[in-house]
């Protein structure tokens, strides 16, 4: 199984999973100019794609997809209330939805995706578990951690995890009250301190690669989140250089991670 985030960050977020001949897109946040360039690299055609997976309706995550089902036949899967979103504000999207049930396993050209909710400030919000040669979890844009998400991401061989924000450069910077009080809220996005509690968490269940994602551009820097993240898992007897693979997604270009691949101690 190869992973790329081709964007990570308030910007605009898009992640692809290949496994054998299937490909799968995490969100579309990003134009499909942009989109199409990045699988082009890849040798892949969005013709190609076995589908869409949205997280939420916000638009770092689906801008791109207005004009990318004008010209591509992709089927896009998600949630019933973002689903019902993509209707809504997308002309012709529903000739194209699949509605996902959280909780419940849903086959893509062999992929087993499952679905979990994430709390996030969104009528619905989830992260996916995707199962086939490897077992990779994604899952950003959430307040706090909670036992769906621990259920959700345990066990995983890989996983892209939110690291927003480093809470004193958000209290401190320009951002208005109501905006740090939302990004700070249970329902909000995660601090670099929480994503490496969580980080701990799922070492422990047997996570030996983390790719840290959706940076705020403003409110952190690639540096301080890995260091942060990376202090959590010392503090817990965990070397980071040694005990497994920590790598922090760029906001604009690709990152590649091969889950397949065994990391050597």
């Known amino acids: 199984m190869q992973i790329y985030t081709i964007a990570s960050g308030s910007g605009g977020n898009c992640t692809l999973v290949k496994d054998g001949d299937t490909a799968i897109l995490i969100d579309a946040g990003i134009s499909t100019k942009r989109i199409k360039l990045s699988l082009a ?14 997280t939420h309706e916000h638009s770092d995550h689906i801008c791109g997809l207005n004009t990318l089902i004008k010209h591509h036949d992709i089927p896009i899967f998600a949630p019933r209330t973002v689903a019902n979103h993509l209707c809504w504000s997308i002309a012709g999207v529903e000739d194209y939805i ?24 969104t009528p619905e919000s989830v992260g ?19 036992d769906e998400i621990i259920e959700g991401l345990s066990g995983v061989d890989a996983a892209v995890i939110e690291s927003n924000h480093d809470i004193e450069m958000l209290r401190s910077g ?34 030996r690669k983390m790719i840290l994602g959706h940076l705020s551009r403003e409110n952190n820097r690639p540096e301080i989140a890995y260091n942060c993240v990376s202090q959590a898992l010392l503090e817990d007897g965990i070397d980071p250089q040694n005990d497994l693979l920590l790598e922090v997604a760029p906001e604009k270009n690709m990152l590649h991670l091969s889950v397949k691949d065994s990391f050597v101690c």
């Open 41 to 54: 690299e890849l040798n892949i055609s969005p013709d190609q794609l076995a589908g869409i997976l949205i």
């Open 98 to 121: 699949t509605v996902l049930k959280t909780g419940q396993d849903c086959d893509i050209c062999g992929l087993k995706v499952l679905p979990f909710h994430t709390p996030h400030d």
């Open 128 to 146: 996916y578990r995707i199962t086939g040669s490897s077992v990779f979890g994604f899952c950003t844009d959430f307040g706090h951690v909670t």
């Open 174 to 207: 320009s951002y208005p009250v109501y905006l740090k009080r939302r990004i700070l809220s249970d329902n909000g996005h995660l601090s670099n301190e929480s994503c490496g509690q969580l980080a701990v968490e799922l070492y422990k269940r047997g996570t």
